[in-house]
């Protein structure tokens, strides 16, 4: 069984890995463009804001370890199309400029996203970045030296980590959202704010309702970032506006792209291709609370996929069982985190939804460091069927997230969440837990 895998980050590794473990005689080759393989994308902020020390702590493995597991990796390696018919891929090999035909019995398009570049930002200026990848990261940490200004564009998890990764490094930092709040994405209104004025009380100006018109420079880098209300100083300049599925491979392959225009795939994560699977943020999956389908490019679902994939290719048989929307991110002392859908999502799917708010502590009131924790819990009017959960709060406290999650990949009922016998010690919760409170509000 010759398996080839495209892309060796989270989907495309997770793969291997499995393939190789179902089926040790299968021959798994992972060609990645880049020169890295198997690291943790969602690490790149902390390193440059200083929490972790290196780029090189976020390599999961290295492509000598994975050999040695018995995956050949071929790093800076592009794949450039696919004859499904002759089930051959053209691979070009970027440092010895040749290319070659490689043939597979099951191929994995695991290619994941690229970053959106207004036409603003389709520039070679020094200092204008995208962080998607290592190279990225690396990228902006030498920017920053000697930088005093940033600008960053977009007010989405990655521009909210970044605003606070780069404050660390005692830049003034600006945020600039052309929405009128921030993490507009991922929660209602009110929780929007309550993420602005944290950022805003860590030291970031933040302008809402502004859109980015171009950039000016001088001998070749970035000087300053012109807008609507006028042009603002910026030695550095990220643009984290959002993400588009690399999927020009699967649709050379002949697959095809569903509603969210991501790579559909089956359970098995199949494509409509015989013997060609895609998993990983360039694929769309189910969501379990609206059945509808959904592109929500994260980590988990990337490397679940994968594992999916591998095992199918290697003959056994693993499905996907879909996502509820579950995210979480941290910005200055906030938490932040959903799962299914919010207030306003309910109501553009036609849902007659209700939320109810629950403002507590994360812990007991009397035991110290009690933080504030805001919760809100939305669900069906008529029946009680949980529809998704908010919570903003101190970083730990907001992992409660998951027990919701995990109710509505049952199709819970808020009497369900309130029925819970959920652990209670004062330095932990109050004895009614938030969630237990929200839910019986609800009930
Ligand atoms: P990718 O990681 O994008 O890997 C795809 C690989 O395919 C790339 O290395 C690319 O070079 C390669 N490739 C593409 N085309 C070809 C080709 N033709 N030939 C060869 N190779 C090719 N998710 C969370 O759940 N939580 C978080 O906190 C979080 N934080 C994040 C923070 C940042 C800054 C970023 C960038 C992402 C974050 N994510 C987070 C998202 C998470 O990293 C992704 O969901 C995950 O990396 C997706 O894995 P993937 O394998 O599908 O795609």
């Known amino acids: ?18 393939a190789r473990r179902h089926d040790p005689g299968a021959q798994v080759t992972v060609f990645e463009r880049g020169s890295e393989v198997s690291y943790g994308a969602c690490g790149l902020p902390y390193v440059i804001g200083g929490d972790v020390e290196r780029f090189e702590d976020l390599i999961a493995r290295t492509p000598a370890q994975l050999r040695g597991r018995g995956i050949g990796v071929r790093l800076r390696h592009e794949v450039t199309g696919v004859d499904a018919a002759a089930r051959t891929v053209t691979v070009q090999g970027r440092a010895a400029g040749r290319t ?14 690229r970053a959106v570049r207004p036409e603003w930002a389709q520039t070679d200026l020094g200092g204008v970045h995208v962080l998607r990848d290592l190279p990225d990261g690396r990228a902006i940490q030498a920017s920053l030296r000697g930088a005093r200004r940033a600008c960053i564009v977009g007010g989405g998890n990655i521009g909210l980590e970044m605003a606070e990764a780069l404050r660390s490094r005692g830049l003034e930092v600006t945020l600039l959202e052309q929405a009128p709040e921030v993490a507009g994405r991922m929660l209602d209104r009110e929780y929007q704010r309550r993420v602005r004025a944290e950022v805003e009380r860590g030291g970031v100006e933040v302008r809402c309702g502004t859109a980015v018109e171009g950039l000016g420079s001088r001998g070749g880098r970035v000087t300053e970032v012109q807008t609507g209300s006028g042009p ?27 509603q969210t225009g991501a790579v559909a795939v089956n359970a098995r994560q199949e494509t409509r291709v015989e013997g060609v699977y895609a998993a990983g943020d360039n694929t769309e999956s189910t969501h379990r609370v609206t059945r ?19 095992v199918n290719m290697a003959g056994g048989d693993a499905r996907f069982p879909g996502v509820v929307g579950t995210a979480i991110f941290k910005t200055f002392g906030l938490g932040v985190a959903r799962s299914g859908l919010t207030q306003a999502e309910a109501g553009e799917l036609g849902l007659d939804a209700l939320s109810v708010d629950v403002e507590s502590t994360d812990h007991a009131g009397y035991y110290k460091d009690a933080a504030p924790i805001h919760v809100r819990l939305t669900a ?64």
Do not use: C
């Open 292 to 310: 509808r389908k959904v592109h929500l490019p994260l980590g988990l679902t990337a490397n679940r996929m994968g594992r999916v994939a591998g």
């Open 232 to 258: 603002l100083r910026a030695d550095v300049v990220i643009v984290a506006v959002g993400v588009q599925p690399n999927t020009e491979l699967a649709q050379a392959a002949g697959a095809a792209l569903g």
């Open 1 to 18: 069984m010759r398996i080839v895998v495209v892309g060796g980050v989270a989907a495309g590794m997770s793969a291997a890995s499995r």
């Open 380 to 443: 069906e009017r008529a029946s009680g069927r949980l529809l998704g959960v908010q919570l903003v709060g101190q970083p730990g406290s907001v992992k409660r997230v998951d027990v919701v999650a995990a109710l509505l990949h049952r199709r819970g009922h808020a009497q369900d969440l309130f029925e819970l016998d959920l652990a209670y010690a004062p330095p932990f919760s109050g004895v009614w837990d938030v969630l237990l409170v929200a839910a019986d509000r609800l009930g």
């Open 100 to 113: 070659v035909t490689e043939p597979y019995d099951r191929l994995l398009i695991a290619t994941g996203v």
